[in-house]
């Protein structure tokens, strides 16, 4: 396992959206850098804040920014505008009905008192449908620091404008962009820019698919139309490169790889 770059290369900021194999490339992160330099470290891994209050992540970062090389977490893309440093930033998305589905199986598997509900039943639940479900890669590509009131939990509306941001950001603030669908190429394009070593091929956090009936499906898309429009156009972004080709730090805007296949 590499030790981990020198200090005074960046820091990194990875917008992990949720159910997108982010906890996998948490794992990996940490084989080059070391546990204690991936955020959140050993010492707060564990603590489901960890990865989603705002604040905590403000004063930890403060206090331990000599020793942290990399800040995961479900955080809004705008949460790196409060830590007070530069970052390089990357992010995964997937296509939005299947995310929603793994997002709900998930629950099912780690949540007691959800073991055998019916995934309808635990999509009906608001905290999980509108908080966590719901056109969630727009809202947290979009957030500005001025309307985030909950972290990833934050309300807001999601409407034209917001998608139109979403888009922006992703192109102007995202310094690398991938989809789950091809998540090995996305590593690749990261140990090419970076010169990572991020460990060979893992799956964690990984549920069986299910049947689902079609009327679940059809409500999750049209509950999720703005992130189906998100995601359609990081697969656009995703694809405007043949390879993964000469890329640096130097470069500017996202880098991408041409879909496998």
């Not at 909950?150 to 995202?174: C, F, M, P, Y």
């Not at 156009?233 to 390879?243: C, G, R, T």
Request: aromatic share 8%.
């Amino acid at each position: 396992m590499s030790t981990g770059a020198p200090h005074e290369d960046p820091t990194y900021f990875f917008v992990h959206l949720q159910k997108t194999a982010g906890t996998t490339l948490f794992r990996r992160l940490r084989n080059h850098f070391g546990a204690d330099a991936v955020y959140p470290t050993p010492m707060y891994q564990g603590d489901v804040e960890a990865t989603l209050d705002v604040d905590l992540l403000v004063q930890r970062f403060a206090k331990h920014r000599d020793e942290i090389r990399v800040i995961t977490g479900h955080f809004p893309l705008c949460t790196a505008e409060l830590l007070d440093a530069e970052f390089v930033t990357f992010t995964l998305l997937r296509e939005p009905v299947e995310r929603a589905l793994s997002f709900l199986r998930h629950q099912r598997q780690v949540e007691p008192r959800l073991a055998g509900a019916p995934l309808e039943e635990i999509y009906a639940n608001p905290l999980f449908r509108d908080g966590l479900v719901r056109n969630h890669m727009v809202r947290m590509l979009s957030l500005t620091v001025e309307e985030m009131t909950a972290g990833a939990l934050t309300q807001v509306l999601v409407d034209d404008a917001r998608l139109e941001r979403s888009k922006e950001n992703l192109v102007e603030r995202i310094d690398v962009l991938g989809i789950q669908e091809e998540f090995e190429p996305f590593c690749d394009l990261l140990t090419a820019r970076f010169g990572w070593d991020l460990g060979p091929p893992q799956v964690t956090n990984q549920t069986a698919p299910v049947e689902v009936p079609d009327s679940l499906r059809q409500r999750i898309a049209a509950d999720n139309e703005m992130d189906a429009e998100l995601y359609r156009f990081a697969v656009d972004q995703w694809s405007l490169e043949d390879s993964v080709g000469d890329v640096g730090l130097d470069t500017p805007g996202p880098q991408r790889v041409k879909p496998l296949g």
